[in-house]
């Protein structure tokens, strides 16, 4: 199973950006995608953006697209989520997870090997 541990949260105001980072460690599993999900109080938690290792094949939920960049840097088993031109509905506890899949656009709906301890993003109005 990998050990995956999330960094780079914090505190930003509206328009801001942070990248968060997720470092995998153990049985990466090196076919299978990596996905950035998020938990927003009260609500339940949503697919945010995934890739794969081997070919960085990208897929991202709507709320998203065009603002975060999610990226992979195989060498150091390490994957990242640029979040650019924040808003105040992105906040939430941001969670890495590896995608029991070999194919991207199915990370949401697929079974997952492992959750990171998650990291809180808050976006100030």
């Known amino acids: 199973q990998a050990q995956l541990v999330e960094s780079g949260g914090g505190l930003v105001q509206a328009g801001g950006s942070l990248r968060l980072s997720c470092a995998a460690s153990?049985?990466?599993?090196?076919?299978?995608?990596m996905g950035w999900f998020r938990q927003a109080p009260g609500k339940e938690r949503e697919f945010v953006a995934s890739i794969t290792w081997t070919y960085g094949t990208t897929y991202y939920a709507d709320p998203v697209k065009g603002r975060f960049t999610i990226s992979r840097d195989n060498a150091k088993k390490t994957v990242y989520l640029q979040m650019n031109s924040l808003k105040p509905e992105d906040t939430a506890v941001y969670y890495c997870a590896q995608c029991r899949t070999t194919i991207a656009s199915t990370c949401p709906s697929a079974p997952i090997g492992s959750w990171g301890q998650g990291t809180q993003v808050t976006v100030s109005s």
């Open positions: 153990g049985r990466t599993f090196s076919s299978y995608a």
